[in-house]
């Protein structure tokens, strides 16, 4: 895969299947183009030939889907009342540029069938498991949801932060802990990977 950054615009290729490239762009909502589909599909391809490595890496390809555009709100909401309770994006939703959400969603998924288990067991009241469940889930996300509102800001990366991530790629395990980090397997208070401009 490939990610591209210009100003607080990121370009990224991921291969996927039957030989085809995923192509997203990311963009901050002042740049966004006016409503209707013909407007955004212009925006993404004028914002793919703007720039020069991404138009070479697609020279000769074809578009074989409409783009599709979506407005990410970053919301947290309270996770559980009587007879309902949240886990993963419906209790809460952050931008996907942190790349969290799966991680998220599956622990969420874990922790809520130990509190449900214990509700409907009798080996704790529903509320009191689905408080716990909620206490869990916060004290679990803010820090992440914190570190993904920043990122998603879209700011251009400044030059400690590049040469940290240099340094990084250079070093396998530094490279592991930075994505261990980057997926929301470890918080970024842990982080292992070489820097603190981060
Ligand atoms: C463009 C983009 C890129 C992303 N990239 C990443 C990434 O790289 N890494 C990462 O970890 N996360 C990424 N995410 C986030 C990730 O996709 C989500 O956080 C994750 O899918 C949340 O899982 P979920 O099970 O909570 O919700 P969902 O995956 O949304 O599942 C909820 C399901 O419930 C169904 N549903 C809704 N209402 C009803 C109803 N009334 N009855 C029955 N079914 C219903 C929906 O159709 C859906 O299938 C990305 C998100 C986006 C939009």
Known sequence: ????????????????NDAL???SLVF?????????????AGFYASSLREVPEVEQALAGAELVSTPRAAAVRNARRR???????????????????SAQ???????DAAVLADALHAGLSGSAGLDEALAGYTATRDAQRLEAFAYTCEQAELRPFGADFLNDLARTAADEQAAQAFL???????????????????
């Not at 006016?34 to 407007?39: E, L, W």
């Open 79 to 97: 996770a559980h009342g009587p007879g309902w309770v949240l886990a993963g994006d419906a209790g809460h939703h952050k931008d996907p540029v």
């Open 28 to 40: 901050p909502p002042e740049e966004a183009p006016g409503p209707g589909r013909s407007a955004q």
């Open 101 to 107: 959400g799966i991680s998220d969603a599956f622990a």
């Open 21 to 23: 490239t995923v192509v």
């Open 1 to 16: 895969m490939r990610v591209v950054f210009r100003g607080r615009r990121g370009i990224s290729l991921w291969p996927t």
């Open 180 to 198: 261990n980090t980057f997926v929301g397997c470890d918080a970024p208070s842990d982080a292992g990977w070489l820097g603190d401009s981060h």
